[in-house]
């Protein structure tokens, strides 16, 4: 089995930043694309940011310039630097992997539980 799990959420005020993590464990023999997403209440799922084992990177628009992902290959672990929070930013945040698992040919797409950020001053 694979496992996701994210850390780092918190209230934080506006303004302010916070630093989540996600890391994969498990049978794991490579990971493609990580990426973050996030759901508000009432709201859909979106993309917030994706990046690949290459470090090719692509952000939602209403975060670009403010949050910054990146990752640990070695750790399996991705990140999502996030400065200057705005309200509506408040949602909470899951992170997937596109991961080959052991002894498989083929990757599949594997979520943790989530992160709650909730931005209010």
């Not at 799990?5 to 990971?31: F, K, M, W």
Request: hydrophobic share 35%; aromatic share 8%.
């Amino acid at each position: 089995q694979v496992q996701l799990v994210e850390s780092g959420g918190g209230l934080v005020q506006p303004g302010g930043s916070l630093r989540l993590s996600c890391a994969a464990s498990g049978t794991i023999r490579s990971i493609n694309t990580m990426a973050w997403y996030r759901q508000a209440p009432g709201k859909e799922r979106d993309l917030v940011a994706a990046i690949t084992s290459g470090g090719v990177t692509n952000y939602a628009d209403s975060v670009k310039g403010r949050f910054t992902i990146s990752r640990d290959n070695a750790r399996n672990t991705v990140y999502l630097q996030m400065n200057s929070l705005k309200v509506e930013d408040t949602a909470v945040y899951s992170c997937k992997a596109d991961v080959m698992k052991t002894g498989t040919p083929y990757y599949l797409a594997w979520w943790g539980k989530g992160t709650l950020v909730t931005v209010s001053s």
